[in-house]
């Protein structure tokens, strides 16, 4: 489990690398361990590709592809995912890994009775914007005009301190 946990981690910085916010990974192997399954309450669920037996990537991998996601609740429909990644190795793109992923999750929120499944994507992101309006996502900031907000860990420790009243 730690060892995959690992692969996870080094996929998750690659991503980050790709995003060009590598300095925003602040999370260990040891801390996704933790959360996902050193609880009974997972914080997240992951699925990952493995290529099969005997056969590795260029630099020795047999993990080449994770998908993170996690449940939440819409007051307006109900139950919901979310899914926070899905990323294939560069030289395992084009195979339909991701896709696979992503309707292995598509196949667990309808077996969990959700009524969306949402993410977000980088807007220079022209790739992922494609492949997802591909399999039928809309894009909400364009139809509903919806923002994204974020408490960072500062603000958030204010807030819950009452600090942040103006």
Same mark, same amino acid.
């Given at each position: 489990?730690?060892?995959?946990?690992?692969?996870?981690?080094?996929?998750?910085?690659?991503?980050?690398?790709?995003?060009?916010?590598?300095?925003?990974? $602040?999370?260990?192997? @040891? *801390?996704? %361990?933790?959360? *996902?399954? #050193?609880? /009974?309450?997972?914080?997240?669920?992951?699925?990952? =590709?493995?290529?099969?037996?005997?056969? +590795?990537?260029?630099? #020795?991998?047999?993990?080449?592809?994770?998908?993170?996601?996690?449940? /939440?609740?819409?007051?307006?429909? #109900?139950?919901?995912?979310?899914?926070?990644?899905?990323?294939?190795?560069?030289?395992? %793109? =084009? +195979? #339909?890994? *991701?896709?696979?992923? !992503? $309707?292995?999750?598509?196949?667990? =929120?309808? @077996?969990? +009775?959700?009524?969306? !499944?949402?993410?977000?994507?980088?807007?220079? &992101?022209?790739?992922? /914007? @494609?492949?997802?309006?591909? %399999?039928?996502?809309?894009?909400?900031?364009?139809? @509903?005009?919806?923002?994204?907000?974020?408490?960072?860990?500062? =603000?958030? &420790?204010?807030?819950?301190? *009452?600090? &942040?009243? &103006?």
């Amino acid at each position: 489990m730690l060892a995959c946990c690992g692969h996870c981690s080094v996929s998750v910085k690659e991503l980050a690398e790709y995003e060009k916010l590598p300095e925003q990974v $602040q999370l260990d192997a @040891e *801390g996704l %361990r933790e959360d *996902g399954f #050193g609880t /009974t309450n997972p914080f997240y669920k992951c699925l990952v =590709a493995e290529l099969t037996s005997g056969h +590795k990537t260029k630099e #020795g991998h047999t993990l080449v592809a994770y998908a993170m996601y996690y449940f /939440t609740y819409s007051t307006w429909l #109900g139950r919901s995912i979310y899914v926070e990644d899905i990323y294939v190795m560069p030289e395992c %793109r =084009a +195979k #339909g890994i *991701g896709h696979g992923l !992503l $309707q292995k999750i598509a196949k667990i =929120a309808v @077996e969990q +009775k959700c009524k969306y !499944l949402q993410l977000v994507v980088l807007d220079w &992101n022209k790739l992922a /914007t @494609e492949f997802y309006i591909r %399999r039928g996502c809309t894009d909400l900031t364009t139809k @509903e005009g919806w923002s994204l907000f974020r408490f960072e860990l500062d =603000a958030l &420790n204010k807030l819950a301190e *009452g600090d &942040n009243r &103006n």
